[in-house]
């Protein structure tokens, strides 16, 4: 798994490298993935939206250029000057989410908290009180998106680890729908997963 020094390394060749595995493991599924969170976001008008590990900020940027405020915080300064060159007016974060959210977010509210293909390095109990975590930040009617390597079951996972044990990364912690869904129910969360490809899913929750 890379450290932030990796990812700045990585910066520049992060998005080439990712079209040229989009068809598989890690990366099956990842523009259907983007445009998912994208076309659910679009259909309203100006927004806030906070992104979460937003790497060089394709997502953002497309969101951005419809006119939505985005705020993001990223744990690799390469990806952050990337993303600061694509949305000047932006306001970015370095920060590791290992750690509780940075305090500069603590009084802001958002219509939309992101995140893509950022949090599988958390441990399965930090990836439900990280999603605790953020839904303070939601203004009312305000929605949470994760999108990830993930899967429906326990054997989906074990059966795509057995297809690509060359490549599996035994460091990453990713989402299975029917832990992450009982995990968050058991601190009153509602959510909502669906499987978009073969190692790809997006959990939605919306605040109450």
Same mark, same amino acid.
């Given at each position: 798994?890379?450290?932030? !020094? *990796?990812?700045?390394?990585?910066?520049?060749?992060?998005?080439?490298?990712?079209?040229?595995?989009?068809?598989?493991?890690?990366?099956?599924?990842?523009?259907?993935?983007?445009?998912?969170?994208?076309?659910?976001?679009?259909? #309203?008008?100006?927004?806030?939206?906070?992104?979460?590990?937003?790497?060089?900020?394709?997502?953002?940027?497309?969101?951005?250029?419809?006119?939505?405020?985005?705020?993001?915080?990223?744990?690799?300064?390469?990806?952050?000057?990337?993303?600061?060159?694509?949305?000047?007016?932006?306001?970015?974060?370095?920060?590791?989410?290992?750690?509780?959210?940075?305090?500069?977010?603590?009084? *802001?509210?958002?219509?939309?908290?992101?995140?893509?293909?950022?949090?599988?390095?958390?441990?399965?109990?930090?990836?439900? %009180?990280?999603?605790?975590? +953020?839904?303070?930040?939601?203004?009312?009617?305000?929605?949470?998106?994760?999108?990830?390597?993930?899967?429906?079951? %326990?054997?989906?996972?074990?059966?795509?680890?057995?297809?690509?044990?060359?490549?599996?990364? %035994?460091? #990453?912690?990713?989402?299975?729908?029917?832990?992450?869904?009982?995990?968050? !129910?058991?601190?009153?969360?509602?959510?909502?997963?669906?499987?978009?490809?073969?190692?790809?899913?997006? +959990?939605?929750?919306?605040?109450?």
């Amino acid at each position: 798994m890379l450290d932030n !020094k *990796g990812f700045d390394l990585w910066a520049k060749e992060y998005d080439k490298r990712v079209e040229l595995s989009s068809k598989k493991y890690t990366f099956d599924g990842y523009y259907d993935v983007l445009n998912y969170v994208y076309n659910t976001i679009s259909k #309203e008008g100006k927004k806030d939206i906070l992104d979460i590990g937003f790497g060089t900020g394709l997502l953002a940027n497309k969101l951005y250029e419809d006119g939505a405020n985005i705020f993001g915080i990223d744990f690799s300064q390469g990806m952050i000057d990337i993303a600061q060159e694509k949305m000047p007016n932006g306001v970015f974060i370095q920060h590791d989410f290992n750690d509780k959210l940075p305090i500069k977010l603590a009084s *802001g509210r958002f219509d939309y908290i992101i995140s893509s293909y950022a949090i599988h390095p958390l441990g399965n109990d930090r990836k439900v %009180e990280f999603i605790v975590e +953020l839904a303070k930040l939601l203004k009312p009617n305000g929605k949470i998106i994760i999108a990830d390597i993930a899967f429906k079951t %326990e054997k989906d996972l074990l059966d795509c680890k057995t297809e690509n044990l060359d490549e599996w990364d %035994e460091d #990453e912690i990713y989402m299975v729908k029917e832990n992450i869904i009982n995990s968050l !129910k058991q601190r009153n969360i509602d959510a909502v997963y669906t499987q978009i490809s073969s190692c790809a899913g997006i +959990l939605e929750i919306n605040k109450k």
